[in-house]
T-cell receptor
């Protein structure tokens, strides 16, 4: 499968715990995006990488959130001290750098904070 | 800031009929892209169709076509000969040509196909 892969697919955690999600983009895509989607809403942009550089972060990304993309390959999104409001679907997407190329999405990681 | 609005939370259509999903957007940019994405239940989001703002011709992809009205900032999706597999959430999205090229999504329209 050469699509965008996200792990885990589902995560249930207790409030206050830390969680980490992983995204493996399509190999030749140097742009990688994280979005958050709450129930019944469209995805909202969180952050964006071009290769290993994190070039933009949304103000939705509080200081409890951190994302990395070492060596410009896979990316991780960590949430520290989770809160119930963090419960959502976290989507990863990747794309080529220029032109009208589409963003390819992974299946997402559904986080439930109890 | 750019915004995308989908005013129809839910739509339904009889199988084999035609349905149109509405989308409006707001931007001060002149060059951008518009997309319709489909999100089936528990499955990943996939691209249905894209439109480049500088192109006047409306995009078509098989049974899917758009009505792009740049002055009105309107971008509707028409699905012809609806099939059961078309049932999904549909999201309209805007993306600027430059910068981070992040997508701005609407709230989505849930499409139900009645057999």
């Amino acid at each position: 499968d050469t699509g965008v892969s996200q792990n885990p697919r589902h995560k249930i955690t207790k409030r206050g715990q830390n969680v980490t999600f992983r995204c493996d983009p399509i190999s030749e895509h140097n742009r990688l995006y994280w979005y958050r989607q709450t129930l019944g809403q469209g995805p909202e942009f969180l952050t964006y990488f071009q290769n290993e550089a994190q070039l933009e972060k949304s103000r939705l990304l509080s200081d409890r959130f951190s994302a990395e993309r070492p060596k410009g390959s896979f990316s991780t999104l960590e949430i520290q001290r989770t809160e119930q409001g963090d419960s959502a679907m976290y989507l990863c997407a990747s794309s080529l750098p220029q032109g009208p190329t589409e963003a390819f999405f992974g299946q997402g990681t559904r986080l439930t904070v109890v | 800031a750019q915004t995308v609005t989908q005013s129809q939370p839910e739509m339904s259509v009889q199988e084999a009929e035609t349905v149109t999903l509405s989308c409006t957007y707001d931007t001060s940019e002149s060059d951008y892209y518009l997309f319709w994405y489909k999100q089936p239940p528990s499955r990943q989001m996939i691209l249905v169709i894209r439109q480049e703002a500088y192109k006047q011709q409306n995009a078509t992809e098989n049974r899917f076509s758009v009505n792009f009205q740049k002055a009105a900032k309107s971008f509707s999706l028409k699905i012809s000969d609806s099939q059961l597999g078309d049932a999904a959430m549909y999201f309209c999205a805007y993306r600027p040509r430059g910068g981070a090229q992040k997508l701005v999504f609407g709230q989505g329209t849930r499409l139900t196909i009645n057999p």
